[in-house]
Structure formats: C-alpha cells, structure tokens
C-alpha cells in the first residue's frame, strides 16, 4: 500500500504531497521528507518572485539542475555533457571559451596529480595529449619546509573570519595545555 508525505509552506500555501512505497529505512524516510521540504520551499520561493521574466529564469535554472541530478544519478554521462554544454551555450560561452577552460583544468588536475578523465567526463573530448601544467604557488616549496602559512587560503574567507579562526585554535590549543 502506498505511503504519503506531505509538505507545505506556510508562506505561500504551496503544497505538495509525494505518494509511493517508501523504503522502510528511517534514514531512507528522512531524506524523502528533507528533499520534499527543500523542493516545496524553492518552489514556494520561485513563484514568489514577482517579475514573470526573473520567475521563468529560476524555473529553467531549476530545471536544469534536476535534470543534471537525474541524469549523474543514472550515470548518463553524454547526457550531462549535453546539459551543461547547452547550459553554458545559454550563458553566452562560447565553444572557444569551453575549449579554453578544458586545457586550464586539464592542466591544474594533472598539477595536481589528479585523474585526466574527468575532463573527458565533463567535456565529452578525449585527453590524449595533456597541457604542460602551469607552475602553481608551492611548486618551490618542499615538503620539509611545507607550513601552514605557505598554504593558500580560500577566497570565502575575509579577514575577520580568518582571525576568528585563529582565535579559535589558539584557545583550543590552550584548553589542551598546548
């Protein structure tokens, strides 16, 4: 016999009710209404956009982005190329652009001895022959002189959270008589 659950936003009224035979895991369940909840609120969130030309967008880019869950999830490969490429078509990439960004990530991935084939994945091109990596920041520095400082630090982070950060390792390292 079929299960439901039932989502609704308070907001907007919006309502939506999945109907199915649900695994019995309580993990399974849990995920079935975090990921109804979710879907209700950006529905809820994209029909209240006032103007019709930003609310199509939200749309078409939810879309899209459902459509690249299903198709990873299958592990339709050629159909997630075909996505993302007309995704970044939309956006005014150009073919020259993609090719461009293929041989920089091509390079960074080999620099970083990663695997090349995630190209090919991502690109649909083969990686016969890959680009010369560009030296990177720590290319001159050796894994005995390596410190912490020599690290780069993610863009996310601005000043202030850097020193919280630091406040806060500092004060974890004294607690611990260190």
Same mark, same amino acid.
């Given at each position: 016999m079929p299960q439901q659950y039932h989502a609704a936003d308070n907001d907007t009224g919006l309502e939506i009710t999945i109907t199915g035979d649900f695994p019995p895991d309580p993990d399974d369940r849990v995920r079935i209404a975090r990921t109804s909840n979710l879907f209700t609120r950006l529905m809820s969130t994209i029909l209240a956009t006032e103007s019709d030309h930003e609310r199509r967008e939200r749309f078409? +880019?939810?879309?899209?982005?459902?459509?690249? +869950?299903? +198709?990873l999830i299958r592990g339709d490969v050629s159909e997630v190329q075909n996505l993302m490429s007309n995704t970044l078509k939309s956006m005014g990439v150009t073919e020259e652009q993609l090719n461009q960004a293929q041989d920089q990530l091509r390079s960074q991935l080999q620099g970083m001895g990663g695997d090349l084939s995630a190209i090919e994945m991502l690109f649909g091109t083969?990686?016969?022959e890959p680009a010369e990596p560009e030296p990177g920041p720590l290319d001159d520095v050796s894994l005995e002189d390596l410190t912490i400082?020599?690290?780069p630090r993610p863009d996310s982070f601005g000043p202030d959270d850097a020193t919280a950060e630091?406040?806060?390792s500092d004060e974890a390292e004294s607690d611990n008589g260190g």
């Open positions: 078409r +880019a939810i879309e899209t982005q459902l459509e690249m +869950a299903d +198709a083969p990686t016969d400082d020599d690290l630091d406040e806060r």
